[in-house]
C-alpha cells in the first residue's frame, strides 16, 4: 500500500497525489455502506492496481474537516468577502468564522477583495469590527493590491478560499499563481451576485508544501449544526468563559458575566451584539 492525499474528485473517482505521482482510484464498497465519503484533502492509503489505478483503502484520521467548501486537514482559512459588487454581508461573514472556528481551524484570516472599488469608510467599518481578533487583508485584484501578502501568508500551508460567489477567490488565486488560469465569471448586473462560476473543489498545488484549494461561491450558510455553545466560537471571548459566575452562563441576563464585564475594554460592544444576534436566531430555531 502507498500513502497519498486526494486532490480532486469527479463522478466517484478520486485523484491521489502520491510519490508515485497522480493515481486515479476508486473505492471499496465498504466506505459506501458506513457512509465514510472520501474527502478532498483526506490522507489515504491506497492498493495499486495492474492498470495503474488503484482502490481507497484507508482513510486516515482528519485533523479538520470544512463542510463550505467540504474539505479536509486545512491549516489556513481565507474567509474571501467584497465591500461592494456583491455588497458585504456581516451575518454570512461571522457564520463562516464560527464554523471555521468549531472545526479548529488554525489559522482564519478575512480577506477583503476588490478594495479598488470600496470607499475609505466601509474599509474602516470592517476593519474596526474585527481588528485585534483576526487578520484581515485588503486586497484587489485588479490594482495588485495584497498579493504578496497573501503569498507570504500561505506559504507551506493548506489553504482554502472561501466565501460568496464573486468576491474574487479564483481571480485572487490566479494573481498568486498565474500559470494556473482558472476560470472566473462577472457578476449578474441586476442582482449583483455572483454567477456560481467555480463549480469544483481541488487541491491545487502552489509550490513546495503549499497547496490552495479554490471553492464553489455560497449564499447562505446554516450553522444548524452547531450545540448551543456559540460563544466558544467568538475568539475573543474564550479567555473569559471559565469566569462567568454561572458555568452555564449565556451572557444575557446572567449576574456576574465576565463576558459582559469585558464589553467596552476586550470585547466590542458590536462584537458583542453580534453574537446575541446569533444566539436569538439560533434559539429561534429550536
Ligand atoms: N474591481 C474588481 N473586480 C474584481 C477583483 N477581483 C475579481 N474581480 C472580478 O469579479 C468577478 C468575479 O470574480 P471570480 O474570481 O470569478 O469570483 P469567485 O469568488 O471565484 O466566484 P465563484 O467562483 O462564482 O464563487 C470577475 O469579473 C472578476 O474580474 C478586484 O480586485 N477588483
Ligand atoms: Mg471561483
Ligand atoms: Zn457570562
Redesign the pocket.
Known amino acids: 500500500m502507498i500513502k497519498g492525499r486526494i486532490i480532486k474528485g469527479i463522478g466517484g473517482l478520486y485523484f491521489i497525489d502520491t510519490e508515485k505521482g497522480i493515481i486515479e482510484c476508486s473505492v471499496r464498497g465498504i466506505f459506501r455502506k458506513n457512509k465514510i465519503t472520501p474527502t478532498i484533502g483526506d490522507y489515504v492509503n491506497i492498493s495499486l492496481l495492474e492498470d495503474n489505478k488503484g482502490i481507497i483503502e484507508e482513510i486516515l484520521e482528519r485533523k479538520n474537516i470544512l463542510i463550505r467548501p467540504r474539505v479536509s486537514n486545512i491549516d489556513c482559512a481565507i474567509i474571501?468577502f467584497?465591500i461592494i459588487?456583491p455588497n458585504i454581508n456581516i451575518d454570512l461573514l461571522d457564520k463562516f468564522l464560527i464554523l471555521a472556528e468549531s472545526q479548529n481551524i488554525e489559522n482564519v484570516v478575512i480577506c477583503i477583495?476588490?478594495?479598488?472599488?470600496a470607499n475609505e469608510d466601509d474599509i474602516n467599518m470592517v476593519k474596526d469590527l474585527y481588528k485585534n481578533i483576526y487578520p484581515i487583508i485588503f486586497?484587489?485584484?485588479?490594482?495588485n493590491?495584497g498579493i504578496n501578502d497573501l503569498k507570504n501568508l500561505i506559504d507551506k500551508k493548506v489553504t482554502v478560499?472561501a466565501?460568496?460567489?464573486?468576491?474574487?477567490?479564483?481571480?485572487?488565486?490566479?494573481a498568486i499563481l498565474p500559470n494556473i488560469c482558472?476560470?472566473?465569471?462577472?457578476?449578474s448586473k441586476k442582482i449583483e451576485r455572483?454567477?456560481?462560476?467555480?463549480?469544483q473543489v481541488e487541491l491545487l498545488e502552489a509550490w513546495e508544501h503549499t497547496y490552495i484549494v479554490?471553492?464553489?461561491?455560497?449564499t447562505s450558510l446554516s450553522i444548524d449544526f452547531l450545540d448551543d455553545s456559540l460563544d466558544n466560537y467568538f475568539k475573543e471571548f474564550r479567555q473569559y468563559l471559565g469566569d462567568c459566575k454561572f458555568y452555564d452562563c449565556k451572557h444575557i441576563h446572567e449576574p456576574n458575566c465576565a463576558i459582559k464585564n469585558q464589553i467596552g475594554k476586550n470585547i466590542s460592544e458590536e462584537r458583542y451584539n453580534r453574537y446575541t444576534k446569533i444566539l436569538s436566531e439560533m434559539l429561534e430555531r429550536n
Open positions: 474571501t467584497s459588487s477583495n476588490k478594495c479598488d472599488l486586497t484587489s485584484t485588479k490594482e493590491i478560499f466565501g460568496p460567489s464573486g468576491v474574487g477567490k479564483s481571480s485572487l488565486i490566479n482558472l476560470r472566473t465569471g462577472d457578476i455572483g454567477k456560481h462560476t467555480t463549480r479554490d471553492s464553489p461561491g455560497f
